[in-house]
């Protein structure tokens, strides 16, 4: 019996006394892919530069009182938040109750993600805890908020986290999420 493939792997054929055979050998299908997304650059600096001189601008600081036990994320910049989120923006500057109240409550999110989210306005630092499983958990929670509070970059950082750290060892703990 004598075998051999072809260059392409994609046909094996077998001489075995004086009968040539070929097999076609179907190759294993390509794991799907994905588009890289593409995350643009950091406004931080720029951002920053806003806080400046501008009247319009809320000033002092809130504390946010999150989750339903109400931890507190205190001393947090309105100023800051309001050039780097548009809905920080309309609500501290258009004149809604939020404008000149020292706390606000947040009741739809946790503790860890919503310190993530005011960490990543502040610094531009993306903090996603330790463990994989953690991470891509904090990833889907922190994209949700980053939606509705409307800074588009973390959205997408964390969308490129998720598909990162998309695995067989990852999916079950978001599906659990």
Do not use: N
């Amino acid at each position: 019996v004598a075998l051999a493939i072809s260059a392409d792997g994609r046909t094996l054929s077998v001489c075995k006394t004086g009968c040539l055979r070929q097999v076609c050998v179907a190759a294993p299908p390509r794991p799907p892919s994905f588009a890289p997304i593409v995350v643009p650059p950091s406004t931080f600096s720029a951002d920053m530069k806003k806080t400046r001189g501008d009247a319009s601008l809320p000033h002092g600081p809130v504390t946010f009182l999150v989750g339903d036990d109400e931890e507190r994320v205190e001393h947090v910049s309105k100023c800051v938040l309001c050039v780097r989120s548009v809905f920080f923006r309309t609500m501290f500057g258009i004149g809604m109750k939020e404008r000149d109240a020292a706390e606000v409550t947040v009741s739809h999110t946790d503790l860890a993600s919503f310190t993530a989210l005011v960490r990543y306005l502040l610094t531009d630092q993306l903090d996603l805890g330790e463990g994989e499983g953690e991470q891509a958990r904090r990833a889907l929670v922190l994209r949700e908020l980053a939606q509705m509070y409307q800074v588009p970059r973390l959205e997408l950082l964390c969308a490129q986290a998720l598909q990162e750290s998309v695995a067989p060892a990852t999916a079950v703990p978001l599906l659990e999420a």
